[in-house]
């Protein structure tokens, strides 16, 4: 290990190792994603600090350093520590997962530099089988932005492929890299590794916009409707309706006959069965509340085709741009 070799990044990565993971985790807090990720990589790839590169670098930033022979590091432990105690719990989860995909080898890494429309471009000819795989591999954020800007009449059909994908064994990831490696110069070691699913799609879906994804899932219900009923279940549950601001929520409300929504209360949380009763006459609520008690043993499954109908309302209302849904709340629009 030469210093005058090693890169900026390579450089702040021997220094955060010797100041220690308290020290390090405090400066990671201060730079931004993009950073982290560079720094954490440098980190994992180093497994020993030459006495005379560790003196020379603190010496750079003009920092006391105490006399012993080297350093004996695990550089990919210690990155991961140091990211734990980098922020917030979701950002923390977002680092590791990139940290993992980056320090592991994990194919198409390179994709995830380059602009959608670039991407785009590229896949476009590609068969949506190939996409979709590809597309798996990527952050939500990025795969969703990708699809944006695919020709709309395929769109549908990478995103139902996403949904199907399940384990990829690695001579499938090498020959698509294979036929990549061209174009994008992609090194990557290869493993069979678990891509797409349903839960891949909601991500992507979620990060849609302009209501592309109630295009998406029209197109993909002709094929398989009973995926979309699944991908529209996680996208917004009946629960969800608790986030809704009050407006919203009656106008829902106004679309769902009493019978059903008492049904469909039967298993709700007592936050969402308030927020409901708020939202409705004083009279209707007090009719539900007495049909509740009433109510002996019925089936879950009933509960759940009555909650799934209100949902139907919920989404139809936002297709018609009557008012937003999501996993953070809905807005009526103006």
Known sequence: MSLDKLSGVERAAILLICLGEDIAAEVLKEMTDEEIFKITRAMAKIEHIPEDIRQRVLEDFELSRESYAGMVVRGNEFAKKAISRAGDKERVETLLKRFASGTEGKPLETISKMQPAMVAGLLEREHPQTVALVLSTQTSEHASAIIANLPEDKQADVIYRIATLEMVSPDVINRIEDALNKELGIVAEHEQRQVGGIDKVVEILD????????????????????????????????????????????????????????????????????????????????????????????????????????????????????????????????
């Open 207 to 334: 990060h849609m916009e302009n209501n592309l994804d109630a295009d998406i899932l029209e197109n993909i219900e002709e094929m398989d409707p009973e995926m979309v009923e699944e991908i529209r279940k996680q996208m917004f549950t009946f629960e969800d309706l608790s986030n809704l601001d009050g407006r919203s929520l009656q106008m829902i409300l106004r679309e769902v006959n009493n019978d059903t929504l008492t049904m469909a209360l039967k298993t709700a949380s007592e936050e969402l069965k308030e927020k409901i009763f708020a939202n409705m006459s004083a009279r209707a609520a007090d009719m539900i509340r007495d049909d509740l008690e009433a109510m002996g043993p019925v089936r879950l499954s009933e509960v759940e085709a009555m909650q799934q109908a209100i949902v139907k309302i919920a989404m139809k209302l936002e297709e018609e741009g009557k008012l937003v849904l999501g996993k953070g709340g809905g807005d009526e629009l103006v």
